[in-house]
């Protein structure tokens, strides 16, 4: 909850993996507050009034799950709604030719994102959610400490980079500076 507010503000890439990481602790848990507080709560230091905030915030995130459906497999409505601000983020700076290293990082970055929905069969997800998915599945690598291949890393390194430009329009975008709105002819 508190990392999660930070990096929502700081960097809405890594918030979003964190949220997909959160979404798998809880299904780990068995949707479960009482193991979520010993395995994971009890883990930090907190005030009581913290430990209060954490627990109803992990009780919120499980309730969404529930009502959701997506106790098993998915994201949460919420994540799902990043992914869609920053894939309509993605197509506007695309379209705008104020943006040529954005659309150039894409254009390195999409014989990956092609190869990634290739493998992901009938349903392959859009080119944005694609290289969350390929970030996040290099973490679940690292935290299982199994081996990455070459290409993998040069294809998880090209989509960061383009992601973290993204994100960094993100943070430009909600301040209003990335698309100022234009002067008053008036």
Known sequence: MIIASRKHKENIAEYLLYMWQIEDIIRANGLDIDRIKSS???????????????????????????REGVEKSGHLQLNKNVIIQLTD???????????????????????YIVELR?????????????????????LMLRLQGKEISVQTMEAVAQISKLLAILANDFNLD???????????LN
């Open 118 to 138: 290739a493998k992901a069969g009938e349903n392959p997800a859009g080119e944005i959610e694609t290289c969350f998915i390929a970030l996040y599945g290099m």
């Open 174 to 184: 909600r301040e209003e500076k990335l698309f100022p709105p234009e002067e008053d």
């Open 89 to 111: 983020l993605h197509l506007a700076l695309l379209k705008d030719p104020r943006f040529p290293e954005y659309t150039a990082e894409f254009y390195k970055t999409l014989p």
């Open 40 to 66: 994971v709560i009890d883990k930090f230091e907190l005030t009581d009034v913290q430990r209060k905030e954490m627990e109803e915030w992990y009780e919120s995130l499980i309730d969404m799950m529930r």
